[in-house]
């Protein structure tokens, strides 16, 4: 009897013990199902090899702590083509390709109406804060959901998704249809946004920032290297003929260092073209966080972040130049401020923080030839020739032919239909022409990728970029090594993107804060697995198109 009652007694002790109870609560209590706010960043023409390139330049609080403190996924890869802005951006957050969801390039040309269109015009709705045309854009084109409209779905629609950027579509199209987007337009010199978004006003908070007048003050800065021009050893010579320059109509050299302020009234989008882009941008996130107060209440949030101004100077100044090399170097100190904006606010461990691109970039086509690397200049007008040289000779008609971009020719099915004239013969006609053409590696019709389930290599990527009611009808693939000419200008400065080869479709992918591990893998991962991930992290429905697979090692123990 005693000895039930001693068991009894002991009972009740630890019933009743409030350290006790504590303890058994924290054990049993819910863990937090999501962080307090997700950022994703995404750097505009960004190569992998970047950060290893330039890793003793680096300081420890930017890249350098995404590698030490995040996982690394460094095999990560873009699944179709073209490798352009407006389509990384789109997969990147609805976890699908052109395929689905509809973004095939920057521009399409549009059969039915026989124009070329921007991939966010929209002129539907009109601008608020900026000038009309800056400003009539949305997610109009956009085909399937993003995972910032899962988020929003899933939280009863009370969780705010936010996207920002130099460039329009780098806002737009992150932010998918539930969220807010705002842009930078070089006219007003504002950030701007449009009805679709908002009823008749800029938020106050981005009224007082465009108030500040920042690009105007970064536009008076001179832009120097931001070390000794000798420590430069990554990068080529400050002055070779691989690089364009701001003044070509003065023909003026590109070096060290660039007085905005005289360089200004030569080019309307200057700033895009300087670091000092990005300046503006990182200050911009801050901004938008405290402003919107994100990540301040029971519900996640999410706000993408775009980099825009290393794709406008590796444009200008080629991979290999120190211009290049610079504003990276300054990015790198852009993230470690971001870094340390997030973790002094909320917490490593309350912030989701994941950083990829939108596409790499290759090597100027001159360069490798003084190198003894293959690579050259794909001449868009001469495919244009000998397409209607051979639709002259044949069928007497150059009207069948309707228009070449995105590497992508579109013909006149009205014309052909009218004419009786047989479609599948008029492709493999026009095949086997244009592949006597030295730097074309292959031609893909129509009716090839459709009926064909093509996987794997680029057959696969051509498939998977290829949108049955908005590409052409037959997709060209250049060799390796050669760049695009735009109207025929022969390319001997600067670089491009938009190939299937990895120098385009390999970027960097970090994650780090809220529950991510330290660690990496080497295992191919596409673009599209992000947003599939995200879904499974934050336990949310993934995006209605979203063909990727959750990236299993940021799950593992």
């Known amino acids: 009897m005693k000895r039930y009652i001693l068991v009894f007694f002991i009972g009740f002790i630890i019933s009743f ?44 609080n930017g890249f350098k702590k995404l590698v030490n403190e995040g996982f690394e996924c460094s095999n990560t890869q873009y699944n179709y083509v073209p490798t352009y802005t407006g389509p990384g951006h789109t997969s990147i957050y609805t976890g699908t390709t052109p395929e689905t969801h509809g973004i095939i390039g920057n521009n399409w040309y549009v059969k039915s109406s026989g124009v070329i269109t921007y991939c966010a015009v929209d002129t539907t709705v009109h601008a608020i804060g900026g000038s009309e045309k800056a400003g009539q854009m949305s997610p109009h084109n956009l085909l399937s959901t993003t995972i910032g409209d899962e988020l929003y779905l899933f939280s009863n629609l009370r969780s705010k998704v936010i996207g920002i950027s130099m460039k329009d579509r780098g806002a737009i199209f992150p932010a998918g249809f539930s969220g807010q987007a705002y842009w930078f337009d070089n006219l007003s010199n504002n950030f701007i946004t449009s009805t679709y978004y908002r009823k008749d006003s800029l938020p106050v908070w981005l009224q007082r920032f465009n108030g500040k007048n920042l690009p105007q003050q970064y536009l008076s800065e001179v832009w120097k290297p931001l070390l000794d021009i000798k420590e430069y050893t990554e990068s080529t010579a400050d002055d070779t003929e691989y690089e364009n320059g701001f003044d070509t109509a003065a023909k003026a050299r590109p070096v060290f260092n660039y ?11 200057l700033l895009r073209t300087t670091p000092f882009g990005n300046t ?13 107060k ?17 794709d406008d100077v590796g444009h200008e100044f080629g991979i290999n130049a120190i211009e290049t090399e610079d504003i990276y170097l300054r990015l790198d100190k852009e993230i470690a401020a971001l870094l340390e904006y997030l973790d002094t606010k909320f917490g490593k461990e309350n912030v989701l923080v994941f950083l990829t691109a939108d596409h790499g970039a290759m090597h100027n086509p001159v360069f490798l030839n003084d190198n003894k690397i293959p690579g050259g200049v794909a001449d868009g007008n001469l495919i244009r020739s000998r397409i209607k040289k051979l639709l002259q000779k044949n069928y007497g008609d150059t009207s069948i032919f309707r228009f070449y971009i995105n590497n992508q020719i579109y013909l006149d099915d009205i014309t052909i239909t009218t004419r009786n004239l047989d479609k599948e013969k008029i492709m493999n006609d ?3 022409e244009l592949l006597t053409i030295h730097f074309i590696a292959d031609i893909f019709t129509e009716s090839s990728i459709s009926s064909t389930d093509y996987i794997y290599g680029i057959k696969g990527m051509v498939r998977r970029g290829f949108n049955i009611k908005r590409s052409g009808d037959m997709c060209i693939v250049y060799q390796p090594g050669y760049m695009k000419t735009y109207g025929g200008k022969k390319i001997t400065a600067g670089t491009e993107h938009g190939s299937p080869f990895r120098y385009d479709t390999m970027v960097p992918l ?3 804060g809220w529950k991510i591990r330290n660690g990496a893998t080497v295992r191919e991962i596409n673009i ?15 995006p209605s198109g979203c063909s990727g697979k959750p990236i299993v090692e940021l799950f593992s123990k």
């Open 17 to 60: 013990s409030p350290a006790l109870q504590a303890q058994e609560h924290k054990k049993n209590e819910q863990p937090s199902m999501q962080p307090k706010l997700v950022v994703g960043i995404v750097i505009d023409q960004m190569r992998s090899d970047y950060i290893y390139r330039f890793w003793s330049k680096l300081g420890e």
């Open 259 to 269: 007085d905005l302020s005289k360089l200004k009234s030569l080019d309307p989008d």
């Open 280 to 292: 503006l941008t990182k200050e911009l996130a801050i901004a938008t966080i405290e402003g919107e």
């Open 294 to 310: 994100l990540g301040e209440d029971n519900f996640c949030d999410l706000l993408s972040v775009s980099f825009s101004s290393t």
């Open 430 to 432: 026009l095949r086997s």
């Open 510 to 512: 970090y994650w780090y």
């Open 528 to 542: 599209t697995d992000i947003a599939a991930t995200l879904s499974a992290l934050l336990k949310i429905c993934q």
